[in-house]
């Protein structure tokens, strides 16, 4: 006996709910099978890169210079020419329609701008309906632009120096390399499968524990287990003990496809990942008992689960960056776990971030976990009592 658990009437607690969760070949593939498919729809389906987006050309110019510019284009395989126009009118249709999703407009004097030395201008209209694409678009046509303008700018110096026309500057460049770190191909594949974690195994212990202990009230079950040799925190443990172990599982089993099939390395200590992971899922297990103590039914703690759960996916930083929020939803956020664990899991992925770094997401997560868990159990002693 340790902490006035008595391990003998436990473990078979623990063993019954083991089999409570696993004896229905549904429920089974539903824990297994469905973290999988979420990780594959979210490294594949949920992709906010560019690639052969749809481009609609309004060549004015009909230049060598001009060519080379929409070969520039096309030869970073973001963007793929799918039709070409002679008049103004082409480009406003064919936007109209959605059939590009970029239209570039080249006008006449364009290569003789370049030559004399003069600003030249070009035109490039983007179909803004989607802004997360419109924008990742704009970025990629604005870098190869003024890396095809510093090109021909080299051209010219280099001209110029040959001519004997060159002045004291004529060699002078500006040489601006632009390097990413810890995601050097800025591929959102690898930003977003980390991620999955923390809301696939938030999602398993919420629907797993809120579910436990309401399924006994409903049956008829759990008077029973009141009246019984164990002390309710032997119940407590015997209902999130197995909760806690799939959550592990399904937490191995996400980190082995990431990296296996995904290629994404853990750059970071994985003993660091797994405390990270613990903090984490007790928050898990003591916000599922808090409902289960709430809800009558299991409709009604599948339905709170919910409620709770996809503004902490939203709040969380998974879609969308907790800075661009407006500033109450910024500090609202601080109060959700999944936010915390996202720092970690991605740390330690991407960037071997190590325990001086993460040491305030691990904090926050502990003291969440502990806080939650002692006020459903105080909750759960008064609607058993």
Avoid: C
Avoid at 167 to 179: E, H, N, Y
Avoid at 328 to 335: C, G, I, P, V
Wanted: a positive charge; hydrophobic letters at 50%; charged letters at 15%.
């Amino acid at each position: 006996m340790a902490f006035g658990i008595t391990w003998g009437r436990l473990l078979p607690l623990v063993r019954k709910e083991f089999r409570q969760n696993l004896r229905d070949p549904r429920a089974a593939r539903i824990i297994f099978l469905s973290p999988i498919v979420q990780l594959l729809l979210f490294g594949y389906a949920v992709n906010t890169d560019v690639r052969n987006a749809r481009t609609f050309v309004l060549d004015r110019d009909h230049t060598e210079e001009s060519r080379e510019l929409l070969a520039a284009l096309t030869a970073s395989g973001y963007f793929t020419i799918t039709g070409y126009g002679s008049r103004p009118q082409d480009l406003v249709e064919t936007m109209d329609r959605g059939s590009a999703l970029m239209a570039v407009e080249i006008p006449r004097g364009f290569s003789a701008d370049l030559a004399a030395g003069r600003q030249a201008h070009v035109q490039v209209l983007f179909d803004g309906t989607s802004s997360n694409t419109a924008t990742v678009a704009l970025g990629y046509a604005t870098q190869i632009i003024q890396r095809f303008a510093f090109a021909q700018a080299q051209a010219r110096l280099a001209a110029a120096g040959a001519g004997g026309g060159a002045g004291p500057q004529a060699g002078a460049a500006v040489d601006l390399r632009a390097r990413a770190w810890y995601n050097p191909n800025l591929i959102s594949r690898v930003y977003n499968v980390p991620g999955v974690m923390g809301t696939i195994m938030m999602l398993m212990a919420l629907l797993l524990t809120s579910l436990a202990v309401v399924r006994e009230r409903e049956i008829g079950t759990l008077e029973q287990l009141m009246v019984s040799p164990l002390s309710p925190a032997e119940l407590m443990l015997g209902k999130t003990i197995p909760v806690a172990v799939i959550a592990f599982i399904q937490l191995t089993v996400i980190s082995t496809i990431a990296v296996l099939w995904f290629h994404i390395p853990i750059r970071g200590s994985v003993p660091l990942l797994l405390v990270g992971s613990l903090f984490y899922i007790l928050s898990g297990l003591g916000m599922g008992l808090l409902i289960s103590t709430v809800a009558a039914t299991q409709q009604e703690a599948f339905m709170t689960m919910f409620f709770l759960f996809f503004p902490a996916i939203i709040l969380s930083g998974f879609m969308y960056p907790v800075e661009n929020m407006p500033v109450a939803f910024q500090y609202l956020s601080l109060l959700n776990p999944i936010r915390h664990y996202l720092v970690i899991v991605r740390g330690v992925f991407l960037k071997a971030a190590g325990w001086g770094v993460l040491w305030p997401q691990l904090t926050i997560l502990f003291v969440m976990g502990t806080s939650v868990v002692f006020v459903a159990t105080k909750r759960f002693h008064k609607t058993t009592a």
